[in-house]
């Protein structure tokens, strides 16, 4: 099932987000330092050290996506990052990082378990001629990967399929990119990953250093695996892309 923006996207809007506390309410707000979100220029300087050049929409575009992101988070668990700074660092400066060591310039993305649309919506933002297909299983988490592509009209390029990864079909257009951050990598992924993926196309793992040996060296029959590249300012963070071998 495919959730086209707009038309299929059936939950509620983004909550407002209250910041600070304002005088007669005689209610306890959350911390601003918790809770306020940082503006543009704010987020240029905290995405720089992982994207360098930094396309001008960006900023706006990060902005919109983790207004979403904290708003819904407290209903449907997208995150345990609550702190919108660490969102910044974690989810966004270390989606654009791997999307430019990997190499990703075009073509067709799945990113696989997309959940709050980690590494795939960053992918979108950054490369204006990606295609991008948000694989995600949970109803409600799909749902707010639709508004997120609405806010950021990003429909025209970029759909959610509601379902498991191997229920997904390419239809005869084979990927370019299969992307996953944080999602538990076995046969059957590494599996449907060889049917959808065009030759020469990319499995490209966001996940860390004792995983990513033991997925090179686990499943390495069939697969390529190229050397992990440590993320900037993660301690155990890495970047793993592996190709079928045979082409």
């Known amino acids: 099932m495919v959730l086209r923006v707009g038309v299929e996207c059936g939950a509620k809007g983004p909550m407002n987000i209250v910041r600070g506390n304002p005088q007669g309410t005689g209610r306890k707000m959350a911390s601003s330092s918790q809770s306020e979100i940082p503006d543009e220029r704010q987020i240029f300087e905290i995405i720089l050290p992982y994207v360098r050049d930094t396309p001008y929409h960006l900023p706006h575009m990060v902005r919109s996506h983790l207004e979403l992101l904290m708003a819904w988070n407290t209903k449907i668990g997208l995150t345990s990052i609550t702190d919108p700074r660490g969102i910044l660092r974690t989810l966004f400066g270390e989606s654009f990082f791997g999307i430019r060591a990997a190499g990703i310039n075009g073509g067709l993305a799945v990113d696989v378990g997309s959940g709050a649309g980690f590494p795939g919506i960053p992918a979108a933002m950054m490369v204006p001629d990606l295609r991008v297909v948000l694989v995600e299983s949970a109803l409600k988490k799909a749902a707010f990967l639709g508004e997120v592509l609405r806010r950021l009209e990003l429909g025209g390029r970029c759909e959610v399929f509601r379902g498991r990864f191997e229920q997904w079909d390419p ?75 045979g082409g």
Do not use: N, Y
């Open 171 to 245: 239809q005869g257009t084979l990927a370019d990119w299969v992307l996953s951050r944080a999602l538990a990598i076995d046969r059957k992924f590494l599996s449907h990953a060889k049917r959808v993926l065009r030759p020469g196309g990319l499995v490209v793992l966001w996940t860390t250093t004792d995983i990513a040996r033991r997925i090179a060296s686990g499943f390495a029959s069939g697969w390529l695996w190229k050397e992990a590249v440590p993320i900037p300012g993660a301690e155990r963070r890495c970047l793993l892309a592996g190709v079928r071998s």
